[in-house]
């Protein structure tokens, strides 16, 4: 799938950047939350920056094992350019960024934050308002 940017298109697909964009960052925080709770060190997340190819390799290093891994590795593979580059936040100078069907992106995601939430205990803390 091709998104137009939004200073060549009259409608539809510029809703679509801000998608992309938390996308990329819901993927990215998510790696880190895992990395984080395997107790490495906060600077290992600032070396990866907004790589999700690394932050996904590291998350694996972790421990961390995708259910889907196949589905996961084509999320990662989709976003990771467009993301590095933060094309949805800084629009680029091209008049088309290829994506993922954002069905599929928001589908993927979700069982990716689930996988996350079920096999790597991210909300533990020392926090005791209840939340």
């Not at 070396?47 to 590291?58: E, F, M, Q, T, W």
């Not at 694996?60 to 094992?65: P, V």
């Not at 590795?73 to 989709?78: K, P």
């Not at 994506?99 to 069905?103: D, G, L, T």
């Given at each position: 799938?091709k998104?137009l940017l939004?200073?060549?298109?009259?409608?539809?697909q510029?809703?679509?950047?801000?998608?992309?964009?938390?996308?990329?960052?819901?993927v990215?925080?998510a790696?880190?939350?895992?990395?984080?709770?395997?107790?490495?060190d906060e600077?290992?997340l600032r070396?990866?920056?907004?790589?999700?190819?690394?932050?996904?390799?590291?998350a694996?290093?972790?421990?961390?094992?995708p259910?889907?891994r196949?589905?996961t590795?084509?999320?990662?593979?989709?976003l990771?350019q467009?993301h590095r580059?933060?094309s949805?936040?800084?629009?680029?100078?091209?008049?088309?960024i290829t994506?993922?069907?954002?069905?599929r992106v928001?589908?993927?995601l979700?069982a990716l934050?689930?996988d996350?939430?079920?096999k790597v205990?991210?909300?533990?803390?020392?926090?005791?308002?209840g939340?």
């Open positions: 799938m998104l939004p200073s060549l298109i009259a409608g539809d510029a809703p679509a950047m801000p998608f992309y964009l938390l996308a990329g960052f819901a990215e925080l790696f880190k939350a895992v990395i984080l709770r395997s107790g490495r600077s290992v070396k990866a920056g907004h790589r999700l190819d690394d932050c996904y390799k590291l694996q290093e972790s421990g961390f094992q259910t889907d196949e589905s590795d084509r999320l990662v593979a989709g990771s467009s580059e933060l949805f936040r800084y629009v680029p100078d091209v008049e088309v994506v993922i069907n954002p069905v928001s589908t993927v979700a934050l689930n996350i939430e079920h205990d991210v909300w533990q803390d020392n926090d005791t308002d939340i």
